[in-house]
């Protein structure tokens, strides 16, 4: 892949500029260049690992967390803070993801339809997850020992760029997960399975080592009273700002010039109308544009001591086993993790009753809640109803090879992959699938480089208490079950700083003191059309656009945070910030294409669904 300077980017007319070669932005910028005709810069603030053995090596995915590492502002439980570690790099955070290819629900994405985005369900995105992969069957032997029989080739793509493949080692762990399972009478189905590292979608040309600082517009609205963009400014490594240029002329049908960024940055890209001193909704004085919730699946660990497991602190153990897999492509580092999904009944009835948390009764749906209503009580629905649902995932359940640090969730790496002290563990990780919790994303001055105000708002619902601490009391039951429970000194031996045994008393507890993330943020530009209709057009609540198109607070709006955070979560449903085919409300050739456009959180992990995305905002652009 060709890397070109920053003065040789600038000096370069390009039909279609992305900001930011992450997993959607390389994805857009492959599919774009596709056509020989047509040229393509793309800006990233990381620079091309692409060589570097942590990127390449699966089993070292989470030697990456603390790079481009973000952080939570203190959580109201516990006043947690919480990391959220980004793929500062070439490839975005597919260099740091732990391997799992997953497809979201099928109800997820129709779900997504019902919020009013028209062309949007399951039927229209799944031959998107399919472009980008090249899947390989197991041979017969794995098949039939990792019980994978059950996955449908049908639902996975050949002859894409992205290699999917099973691993050549299994370790005894992996080995004793369906038989456990198994045991719990949870029988294996559905689509998904570990695979081995993934190769990165790349396009000819890449600026990296570069932020982008803003979004260039030109000075006046086009004839539909749309803001319409002309290049994007950015900060070398140089330090000097220079702006690189889209040409409107030469392709008059390809004027799409893509955005695919993280929300986080289209904050401080975006002008912004600037009201009264007096009516500045932070103290830094720069007016927060478009106020979206965000979402993010929090997770819990719990640990066990296991009585045989490579202990890779030794020195020498490491490189023998790095060299292994860097030369043959085989052992404890050619694989990750095992996971599994289950409904909220599931992992009730793997429970004893004593140790059963049973769902409220639940609810009647309002009447104002209908099919096409964009408001936070129709998301709120949607999610719900997948709750109570005997076929939809409540939870997800993966597996580390090592120990964890509860107490440190502000230490990406450490929190997941550092015990308390010395010793060989093995983490079994919790995560709720769809929180209720909602939370919101803000700049905090107009300076580009400095970290926006992240505030999840974790565990704050609820219903999320409950669904975390029923999983974490599934984690303790699986840890008690054969044969993986032969595989740990005594069954039931934990890490010290970890209760030797939870029940339905303490486990509220303990999920409050020990959560984390699992780094699956998602939601902040929600695809969501552009109408307040089912907000009562209550403008003390909710953000307008501005005079001149952009997102900023309404001049009416409640200066107090804690208000402001209430009315975020009841009220911000409506309004959404890009439109079906991810194009920015008030522009007229800006897209975000990434995570951040999906208007409600999806089961399983992110990055499969970033890739379907990517391949979907293509074909919208060529069209």
Not at 125 to 152: G, K, M, Q
Not at 306 to 315: I, Q, V
Not at 354 to 378: E, F, N, W, Y
Not at 578 to 588: C, L, M, R
């Given at each position: 892949?060709?890397?070109i300077t920053p003065a040789a980017f600038a000096a370069t007319t390009f039909d279609y500029l992305i900001a930011g070669g992450g997993t959607a932005g390389l994805t857009l910028a492959a599919r774009l260049s596709e056509n020989p005709a047509v040229t393509v810069g793309v800006i990233e603030a990381g620079v091309d690992r692409n060589h570097d053995p942590k990127v390449l090596t699966?089993?070292?995915?989470?030697?990456?967390?603390?790079?481009?590492?973000?952080?939570?502002?203190?959580?109201?439980?516990?006043?947690?803070?919480?990391?959220?570690?980004?793929?500062?790099?070439?490839?975005?955070?597919?260099?740091?993801?732990?391997?799992?290819?997953?497809?979201?629900?099928?109800?997820?994405?129709?779900?997504?339809?019902?919020?009013?985005?028209?062309?949007?369900?399951?039927?229209?995105?799944?031959?998107?997850?399919?472009?980008?992969?090249?899947?390989?069957?197991?041979?017969?032997?794995?098949?039939?020992?990792?019980?994978?029989?059950?996955?449908?080739?049908?639902?996975?793509?050949?002859?894409?760029?992205?290699?999917?493949?099973?691993?050549?080692?299994?370790?005894?762990?992996?080995?004793?997960?369906?038989?456990?399972?198994?045991?719990?009478?949870?029988?294996?189905?559905?689509?998904?399975?570990?695979?081995?590292?993934?190769?990165?979608?790349?396009?000819?040309?890449?600026?990296?080592?570069?932020?982008?600082?803003?979004?260039?517009?030109?000075?006046?609205?086009?004839?539909?009273?749309?803001?319409?963009?002309?290049?994007?400014?950015?900060?070398?490594?140089?330090?000097?700002?220079?702006?690189?240029?889209?040409?409107?002329?030469?392709?008059?049908?390809?004027?799409?010039?893509?955005?695919?960024?993280?929300?986080?940055?289209?904050?401080?890209?975006?002008?912004?109308?600037?009201?009264?001193?007096?009516?500045?909704?932070?103290?830094?004085?720069?007016?927060?544009?478009?106020?979206?919730?965000?979402?993010?699946?929090?997770?819990?660990?719990?640990?066990?001591?296991?009585?045989?497991?490579?202990?890779?602190?030794?020195?020498?153990?490491?490189?023998?086993?790095?060299?292994?897999?860097?030369?043959?492509?085989?052992?404890?580092?050619?694989?990750?993790?095992?996971?599994?999904?289950?409904?909220?009944?599931?992992?009730?009835?793997?429970?004893?009753?004593?140790?059963?948390?049973?769902?409220?009764?639940?609810?009647?749906?309002?009447?104002?809640?209908?099919?096409?209503?964009?408001?936070?009580?129709?998301?709120?629905?949607?999610?719900?109803?997948?709750?109570?649902?005997?076929?939809?995932?409540?939870?997800?359940?993966?597996?580390?090879?090592?120990?964890?640090?509860?107490?440190?969730?502000?230490?990406?790496?450490?929190?997941?992959?550092?015990?308390?002290?010395?010793?060989?563990?093995?983490?079994?990780?919790?995560?709720?699938?769809?929180?209720?919790?909602?939370?919101?994303?803000?700049?905090?001055?107009?300076?580009?480089?400095?970290?926006?105000?992240?505030?999840?708002?974790?565990?704050?619902?609820?219903?999320?208490?409950?669904?975390?601490?029923?999983?974490?009391?599934?984690?303790?039951?699986l840890a008690r079950t054969e044969p993986l429970s032969a595989l740990l000194e005594g069954g039931v031996q934990q890490q010290p700083g970890f209760p030797s045994s939870l029940n339905r008393t303490n486990v509220r507890d303990f999920v409050r003191g020990a959560y984390g993330s699992e780094y699956h943020p998602l939601g902040t530009c929600a695809m969501v059309p552009f109408s307040?209709?089912?907000?009562?057009?209550?403008?003390?609540?909710?953000?307008?656009?501005?005079?001149?198109?952009?997102?900023?607070?309404?001049?009416?709006?409640?200066?107090?945070?804690?208000?402001?955070?209430?009315?975020?979560?009841?009220?911000?449903?409506?309004?959404?910030?890009?439109?079906?085919?991810?194009?920015?409300?008030?522009?007229?050739?800006?897209?975000?294409?990434?995570?951040?456009?999906?208007?409600?959180?999806?089961?399983?992990?992110?990055?499969?669904?970033?890739?379907?995305?990517?391949?979907?905002?293509?074909?919208?652009?060529?069209?």
């Open positions: 892949m060709a890397l699966p089993g070292l995915a989470t030697s990456m967390w603390g790079d481009g590492e973000y952080e939570t502002v203190g959580q109201t439980t516990n006043e947690r803070v919480v990391a959220h570690p980004r793929g500062k790099v070439l490839g975005g955070s597919s260099a740091i993801n732990l391997n799992l290819w997953t497809h979201a629900s099928q109800r997820d994405i129709d779900d997504w339809g019902l919020l009013g985005n028209e062309g949007w369900s399951w039927a229209d995105l799944f031959p998107y997850y399919n472009r980008s992969e090249n899947y390989t069957s197991p041979p017969p032997d794995i098949a039939e020992a990792e019980a994978v029989n059950f996955i449908d080739q049908a639902c996975h793509g050949e002859g894409g760029p992205v290699q999917n493949k099973f691993p050549p080692f299994y370790s005894d762990f992996y080995n004793a997960w369906s038989p456990t399972f198994a045991n719990l009478n949870l029988s294996l189905c559905g689509e998904y399975v570990l695979r081995s590292r993934q190769e990165s979608i790349e396009p000819e040309g890449s600026l990296t080592n570069a932020l982008v600082t803003k979004i260039d517009f030109h000075r006046l609205k086009d004839s539909a009273g749309k803001l319409r963009a002309k290049g994007l400014s950015f900060k070398a490594s140089d330090n000097q700002t220079r702006s690189a240029r889209a040409n409107p002329r030469s392709h008059p049908l390809r004027r799409g010039f893509p955005i695919s960024a993280t929300a986080r940055a289209l904050r401080h890209w975006l002008p912004c109308h600037h009201p009264q001193p007096t009516q500045h909704p932070h103290p830094s004085r720069q007016p927060l544009r478009r106020r979206k919730p965000a979402r993010s699946p929090p997770c819990a660990p719990l640990l066990r001591r296991p009585a045989r497991h490579p202990h890779l602190r030794n020195t020498t153990l490491f490189a023998e086993t790095l060299a292994l897999y860097t030369v043959n492509r085989t052992g404890p580092f050619a694989t990750q993790t095992p996971t599994a999904h289950l409904s909220y009944a599931q992992l009730l009835a793997a429970l004893p009753p004593d140790q059963r948390l049973p769902l409220p009764p639940r609810p009647p749906t309002p009447h104002s809640v209908i099919p096409g209503s964009q408001g936070a009580a129709q998301q709120r629905e949607l999610t719900l109803s997948k709750l109570y649902s005997a076929t939809e995932a409540a939870g997800q359940i993966i597996t580390l090879p090592g120990g964890s640090d509860p107490s440190a969730p502000s230490n990406a790496s450490g929190f997941l992959s550092s015990p308390l002290q010395e010793g060989n563990y093995f983490t079994l990780l919790g995560v709720l699938e769809r929180p209720f919790s909602r939370g919101s994303v803000h700049i905090k001055s107009p300076d580009p480089e400095e970290k926006p105000l992240i505030d999840p708002k974790y565990l704050s619902h609820p219903l999320d208490v409950l669904i975390m601490s029923t999983v974490v009391l599934f984690l303790q039951q307040f209709a089912n907000n009562n057009n209550n403008n003390n609540n909710n953000n307008n656009i501005q005079s001149r198109g952009t997102f900023s607070n309404s001049p009416t709006s409640n200066n107090n945070n804690n208000n402001a955070a209430a009315n975020d979560s009841a009220n911000s449903g409506g309004g959404g910030v890009v439109d079906s085919k991810f194009k920015v409300h008030g522009t007229a050739n800006v897209r975000v294409v990434d995570a951040s456009v999906a208007p409600l959180m999806v089961k399983g992990n992110l990055q499969i669904l970033v890739y379907a995305l990517a391949e979907r905002g293509a074909g919208f652009i060529i069209r």
